[in-house]
């Protein structure tokens, strides 16, 4: 990601992490070129994953069921932390 050039902590992890697995005789800067692609489209993956979870929540969560479901869930413990704040012996 364009993101991760400017990042020291990624240069970091790449130049701590990525040279023990080149193989020996190959070229250090093709075989780190190729990791770090492979890290890049794992990435890509996993982003991926999260975008299309999110959206599935995203209308399971605007649902009005839920949406009042998560009022009165919301509402009853400000309720309870207001009861417990008014009764509390300090």
């Known amino acids: ?32 070129a190729v990791m770090a692609m492979v ?5 890509v993956v996993w982003f991926t994953a999260i975008i299309c ?3 599935l929540a995203r209308s399971w969560l605007n649902r009005d069921r839920v949406r009042r479901t998560m009022d009165a ?11 417990d704040l008014a009764v509390g012996r300090r």
């Open 1 to 32: 990601m364009g993101t991760n050039l400017l990042n020291p902590k990624v240069g970091v992890f790449y130049m701590a992490m990525l040279p023990q697995f080149i193989p020996a005789g190959s070229s250090h800067l093709l075989m780190g």
């Open 53 to 55: 979870t999110a959206g």
């Open 73 to 83: 869930v919301t509402g009853a413990v400000l309720v309870g932390f207001g009861v």
């Open 39 to 43: 890290h890049n489209l794992e990435g």
